[in-house]
């Protein structure tokens, strides 16, 4: 069963950065396409940005174009999100989540993951 686990969330001011990762674990990881999903309270799941697998290729949202930057190391089975020049209306639970058969259509929705972690909260302070 596939598992993943979000990390670095957290405070920071307007025009800072932070750096989420997602660790996936319990099948291999190369085959597997992951996103970044988020949502903030009384908003619809928003998508961020999205890797795929063979190849990496990278997809975004057009709020996270040229402030956000997502990565995988597949030696390290983790995909990572690179927020930079944050906002406020960044503040968000950010979730990470894969699938293994995304077509290029589909990276920007979330129906099409089959696998989603818990989420960590980020917030921006103005």
């Known amino acids: 069963q596939v598992q993943l686990i979000e990390y670095g969330g957290g405070l920071v001011q307007a025009g800072g950065s932070l750096r989420l990762s997602c660790v996936f674990s319990?099948?291999?990881?190369?085959?597997?396409?992951v996103g970044w999903f988020r949502q903030a309270p009384g908003k619809e799941r928003e998508f961020v940005a999205a890797?795929?697998?063979?190849?990496?290729?990278?997809f975004y949202g057009d709020f996270a174009k040229g402030r956000f930057t997502i990565s995988r190391d597949n030696s390290k089975n983790t995909v990572d999100l690179q927020m930079n020049s944050l906002k406020p209306e960044d503040t968000a639970v950010y979730s990470c989540?894969?699938?293994?058969?995304?077509?290029?259509?589909?990276?920007?929705?979330?129906?099409?993951?089959?696998?989603w972690g818990q989420g960590t909260q980020v917030t921006v302070s103005s």
């Open positions: 890797i795929k697998r063979y190849g990496g290729s990278t």
């Open positions: 989540a894969a699938g293994a058969g995304l077509i290029t259509s589909s990276m920007h929705n979330g129906a099409a993951y089959n696998y």
């Open positions: 319990g099948r291999p990881f190369r085959d597997y396409s």
